[in-house]
Each structure stands twice: as C-alpha cells, then as structure tokens.
Nanobody
C-alpha cells in the first residue's frame, strides 16, 4: 500500500515562495515517475510538473514554467516542488502522484497516475 504525504503548503503573498514536499512509503519510490497536480475551487485537477523516476527528465505546465522546479531525492523517498514568484492564480490544493507503472516517462494525464496524496493547500494573496 503506497502512502504519499504532502507538506509545505500555506499562505503567501504574491511574489513569494513555497517549497512543497511529498514523502512516499510502501513502494520502491526510485522506480516510479512522479507528478504534481493542483485543483482550484470549481476547476478540474490540472497538471503542474512531472519528473522521471531517475530524475533525468522533467516536464512543466506552461503556466508554471520558469517559476516552479520539480525535484526528487530517491535516497529520502521524497518529491519536491519549489515554487517561486507565486501568483494568485496559483492558489489551489496541490497533490503529488505516483505513476501506475514503474520506469515510466513523464506524463501529464491524471489517468496515468495510480496513487495520490491527500493534498496541501497553497493560497497566494494579492
């Protein structure tokens, strides 16, 4: 049973920074590509960033490119999302997710992720 636990959310003013973490347990973290998604009130869950199991390939949504950085530490079974220059439009619940199959590529579709965390709230005030 995989467990993904996000942390690091909070309230920040526009232009500020936050670093989200996702601690994984119950599966060989280093074998699975991971992703960050977010969901704002009244909107569908959307892709934010993904990183390959090896850390060698990363993908970003256009809306966060240049501001957010996804990374992972396979020795600590932890996924990160560094968010800089935050905007009010970034306000959402952020979820980390693990690909359904090992050794996969970076994928933007929620249907390719089989395990999800409970989410952490990020609020950016103007």
């Amino acid at each position: 049973q995989v467990q993904l636990v996000e942390s690091g959310g909070g309230t920040v003013q526009a232009g500020g920074s936050l670093r989200l973490s996702c601690a994984a347990s119950g599966r060989a973290f280093s074998r699975y590509s991971m992703g960050w998604f977010r969901q704002a009130p009244g909107k569908d869950r959307e892709f934010v960033a993904a990183i390959m199991w090896s850390g060698g390939n990363r993908a970003y949504a256009d809306s966060v490119k240049g501001r957010f950085t996804i990374s992972r530490d396979n020795t600590k079974n932890t996924l990160y999302l560094q968010m800089n220059n935050l905007k009010p439009d970034d306000t959402a619940v952020y979820y980390c997710a693990m690909r359904s199959s090992p050794y996969g590529s970076t994928i933007r579709y929620t249907s390719d992720y089989g395990d999800w965390g409970q989410g952490t709230q990020v609020t950016v005030s103007s």
